[in-house]
T-cell receptor, first 109, second 117 residues
Framework: DAKTTQPPSMDCAEGRAANLPCNHS???????VYWYRQIHSQGPQYIIH???NNETNEMASLIITEDRKSSTLILPHATLRDTAVYYC??????????FGAGTRLTVKP | DSGVTQTPKHLITATGQRVTLRCSPR?????VYWYQQSLDQGLQFLIQ???????AKGNILERFSAQQFPDLHSELNLSSLELGDSALYFC????????????????FGSGTRLTVV
């Protein structure tokens, strides 16, 4: 599976959009982009995934560039409860989910 | 509640001992995955089972073993415990096989916190 690069930490003001970038320049055509988050020491929580098209669900939006070499997870109105470590993972379906260091997002009042 | 049940939630044991962690996957999920998360490390993939068979191995020590039973619950056995084995152990489950139309992700349990003293 392709390697991903994320900034180690980011801050966001409460109520503003949080935009979390992920670089996956070596992604191949059959690899999906997944986002998970881990709040404190809880189990990681699935957020969203995509292949080529932008995706949106009740939690977030995923924007994938046309060349698929990078993506951005958008939390439209961040709350204090969104403070967590966010993981971007690229994987071929049926391969194992391998987590990197992720981005520690801190939402501030 | 994610639907993945892990027991016990907390476990304290002495060095050299053996423990068993249990995981019940979400209803309908055939695959179980085990992860270890230490304080100074991220989530490390240990091992995967699908419908009772081992499918993939990650950074799992020889002192550790796992199995998945016919009812699909899984157990992770940790033996000859060392202080460095203190960590959170997570179990996740998923529906397999995935397809291009349904590239399933994982559902994680709330973990077992193991403390070796």
């Amino acid at each position: 599976d392709a390697k991903t690069t994320q900034p180690p930490s980011m801050d966001c003001a409460e109520g503003r959009a949080a935009n979390l970038p992920c670089n996956h320049s070596t992604i191949s055509g059959n690899e999906y982009v997944y986002w998970y988050r881990q709040i404190h020491s809880q189990g990681p929580q699935y957020i969203i995934h995509g292949l080529k098209n932008n995706e949106t669900n009740e939690m977030a939006s995923l924007i994938i560039t046309e060349d698929r070499k990078s993506s951005t997870l958008i939390l439209p109105h961040a709350t204090l409860r969104d403070t967590a470590v966010y993981y971007c993972i690229v994987r071929v379906i049926n391969n194992d989910m391998r987590f990197g260091a992720g981005t520690r997002l801190t939402v501030k009042p | 509640d994610s639907g993945v049940t892990q027991t016990p939630k907390h476990l304290i044991t002495a060095t050299g001992q053996r423990v068993t962690l249990r995981c019940s996957p979400r209803s309908g999920d055939l695959s179980v995955y085990w992860y270890q998360q230490s304080l100074d490390q991220g989530l490390q993939f240990l091992i995967q089972y699908y419908n009772g068979e081992e499918r993939a191995k990650g950074n799992i020590l020889e002192r550790f073993s796992a199995q998945q039973f016919p009812d699909l619950h899984s157990e992770l056995n940790l033996s000859s415990l060392e202080l460095g084995d203190s960590a959170l152990y997570f179990c996740a489950s998923s529906v397999r096989p995935s397809s291009l139309l349904q590239p399933y992700g994982y559902t994680f349990g709330s973990g077992t916190r193991l403390t070796v003293v």
